[in-house]
Structure formats: C-alpha cells, structure tokens
C-alpha cells in the first residue's frame, strides 16, 4: 500500500464516518419536526385537578401558576430533544421538573416524542432522588385520625410548606378536615437501635401510594421507589413480632371515609365495602396484646405463646366512662409502645380466635387505642367469626392467601365500589349533610 493509499484511506474513513453522523442527525432533526408538527396547535399543560370529587363549597381556592408561561416554553421544547441531558434536569426547580414530567406525558398521548422513555425515566428519577434526599417534606395529616391523610390510596406529600397549606385550603372545601405537618424525612434525634423514618413509618401503616404536590404539578411514586420495606433491609427488625400493614391501612381508610360529612350516591356501598375489607383482616391478623403470667409457658418460634393449665395470667383491661370493660390489642410494636413502653406489660402475640377466648368477661376489645382505635364490641366478634367461618367453609377450606395493604379481593370490591361512587360525583356537585 502506498503513502498517499493509507492517508487517503483514513481520510475516506473519516468522511464516511462524518457522513453517517451528519445523517442520524438530520434524522433526529426529522423525528423532531415530525413531533413537534403532531403537536401544533397544543397549549402546555396546566396542573391536573387535586382528585375527581365535587362538592358544593363557599369562597373558591385556587392553586396559582407555578410554573410562569415564559419557564414553559424555556423548559417545555425539551421533550423534543431525544436524550435530555441528566445535568440541565440539576437545574430546574421541582415545581418545573414535575411541569417537564407533565408535558411528557399528555404530549406523549397524542402522539410519540422522540426519546420518551428515556427521558421520562430521566425526569421522574431526579424527582424522586430529590424526595428520598429531602430533610423535610410538608404532609397532609386528617384530623379525624391523626395519621397522614389518605385520598383515593395516595398520601400528600409536599416539597414547599405553600403549595401544602393551598391544597389544605381544597381539601377543606371539600369538607376534609386535613392540616399541614412538617416532617423530617429522617429523625437524627431516633436513638433506637431499629431507625424508622418517615416512609418506613409509612410502611407500617400500609400506605405505598404517594402524590407529591398534589394540587400543583405532581407526581405519583410507589413508597418502596424512596425506601425498601424495613424487614428487607434491616435484619435486626424482629420478625416475631406482627405488623399488620394491610389492616392499619384498612382501619384508616374506613375512618376516614366514615367521617368524611358528605352525601354522594353509593356512600353506603363504599363505606360498607371499606368496613367488610377491615373485618376481614381483623379476623385473619395477628395481635400485640399486654400480659402478665404467673407460671411455665412456652414461647413459639414466631413469637406466640403457648400456656399449660398450671399457667396464669392476667390482661391489661381500659375502663371507659361507664366503666365498661375492653380488652386493648396492638398491631404492631410502634402502636403498642404509644401506650406501655417501659411498663411492667409484656408483649404477647395471639391470633384473633386467641382473643375471643380472652375477651368473654369484657365488653369487648379496642384496637390501637392511642391509634386507630377500633373498638368491636363482644358480640359483633362473634359474629365476624362466625361469618368468617361459613365463608371458610364455602370455599372448601381453601388456604387464606397472604394480604398486602393494596393486593386482595376485598381492595377489589373497595376499589370497585369507589369507582362507581366517583363516576356518580362528578355528575354534579352534592350536598353537605
């Protein structure tokens, strides 16, 4: 090969290689325009409304813009761009990264952007890299309850303290009593050997739905998104002990709802759906209850207890006003530490048929009650297991599957119920009762 063979050899490498660059970006430059020529005419979007209920209010609040026109069409052409650069998304404020997330998905629908899932997953990353890594987030807690606020499954969760108290404000029109709480995502003054921050302490709950600035641009995460379940990365957690995710969440949506002071058609339904979902996981759950025993007893590999007849044992009673008699039970060691941590009570585990043994001299039992607070008078427990027994016996027996706070039959029926009650609401506004 000759001199001038091998320079003009590498030349027309180089040209070629030129050539083959300049194509795919006339290419891009294509799907750009063809993208932005399906999308003519199309305004940017504004923030979703805060949930589908409407209901008759008084003076109209109104979440302002948070994202000014001229920031729209700065930030808006980006969904034309076929790899958004991860550092320009550094920049943008949260409010503009969920306006970005927005418009990708409504352009999307009408027709497909160059680049969406790489860019959408790019975008929704640095979203929730910003919710794992906040100090403090502002969340919606329900005054009926006193647990973070629980609206169609999702919690509230806030980046700025205004954005939290306006959609307060909405949810007040629609008659939810919901106020604004300053959380720290992580507690440094938690000494405890187990740490639990704020959406471990959602685990326990059982809410793995979040909005984030709801009522504004948002964005809907999955609570294992920010943070593993605790038992899957913290070894130390004593499985022996029960935690009943799937029924705290159940309680608290029952309540909620209960006392949500609305008429819609179907309430009945809906509320009835959400209290038969309770009782189901009340009956197949297990139990924290305070004890003292006198005796042998035998304690079980998952915690249980096991008596023989030389055994005694005495449990911790709550007298109400008229002196009534209810048997305190525990979901799980956060609710029963609310009440006796470092009293002389010990933690035993029992199952709900367990309790109904225990209960014939009380009026019946509370659950949580510095919680939730369920109470199931004697009565209404024996029919729940009396019921829960024929239904047993109507499906042959079949072996009880496991339940998580969103996977089971009777989220089905919730879920449908709510449905039809929604679709109902929004017909037309309804009135207070």
């Keep these: 090969m000759g001199f001038f063979d091998l320079f003009g050899g590498k030349k027309a490498a180089e040209e070629a290689e030129a050539a083959k660059e300049q194509g795919i970006a006339q290419q891009k430059e294509k799907e750009m325009q063809a993208a932005m020529d399906a999308h003519a005419g199309m305004e940017w979007p504004g923030y979703p409304k805060l949930n589908p209920v409407n209901v008759n209010s008084g003076e109209p609040v109104e979440m302002q813009e948070t994202v000014t026109a001229e920031r729209k069409n ?42 969406f899932e790489k860019n959408h997953r790019k975008v929704y990353n640095e979203i929730l890299g910003r919710v794992r890594d906040s100090e403090m987030l502002y969340v919606l807690y329900d005054v009926t309850t006193g647990y973070p606020f629980i609206d169609h499954g999702f919690a509230n969760v806030y980046f700025e303290k205004e954005i939290a108290e306006t ?67 913290n070894k130390t957690e004593d499985n022996k002990n029960p935690i009943n995710p799937a029924l705290n969440f159940a309680m608290l949506d029952f309540l909620e709802e209960l006392r949500w002071p609305v008429n819609y058609e179907k309430r009945d339904e809906v509320v009835k759906a959400k209290e038969m979902r309770m009782l189901s996981l009340i009956r197949n759950g297990r139990f924290i209850i305070p004890m003292q025993h006198e005796g042998p007893v035998e304690v079980m590999e998952d915690g249980m207890m096991k008596f023989n007849k030389d055994t ?122």
Excluded: C
């Design 167 to 233: 959609a307060a404000r909405l949810y007040f029109n629609q008659f939810r009593k919901v106020i604004v709480r300053e959380i720290k995502v992580e507690n440094p003054d938690d000494t405890s050997t187990v740490k639990r921050g704020f959406f471990d302490y959602l685990y326990y709950v059982g809410i793995e739905n979040i909005f984030v600035d709801n009522g504004a641009y948002r964005a809907r995460f999955k609570r294992n998104e920010i943070v593993a379940a605790p038992g899957d990365w």
């Design 312 to 433: 005694k044992f005495k449990f911790l009673v709550i007298k109400t006003k008229d002196e009534k008699q209810f048997l305190p039970v525990f979901t799980d060691a956060i609710e029963f530490a609310k009440k006796l941590h470092g009293s002389e009570w010990n933690a035993a585990v029992f199952t709900y048929q367990d309790i109904l043994k225990f209960v014939q001299d009380k009026e019946g039992i509370t659950i949580n009650p510095d919680g939730q607070s369920v109470v199931l008078p004697k009565d209404r427990m024996m029919f729940l297991e009396m019921a829960g027994q024929q239904a047993d016996q109507m499906r042959g027996g079949a072996k009880k599957v496991p339940q998580t706070a969103g996977g089971n039959s009777e989220d089905a029926a919730v879920q449908k119920a709510l449905n039809q009650a929604m679709a109902r609401m929004n017909e037309k506004p309804k009135d207070v009762e």
């Design 74 to 115: 700065e930030i808006g052409d980006m969904i034309y761009d076929d790899d958004i650069p991860a550092e320009t998304l550094k920049f943008l404020s949260n409010q503009e990264l969920l306006f970005l997330l927005t418009a990708l998905e409504v352009f999307q629908k009408t027709a497909p952007l160059p680049g």
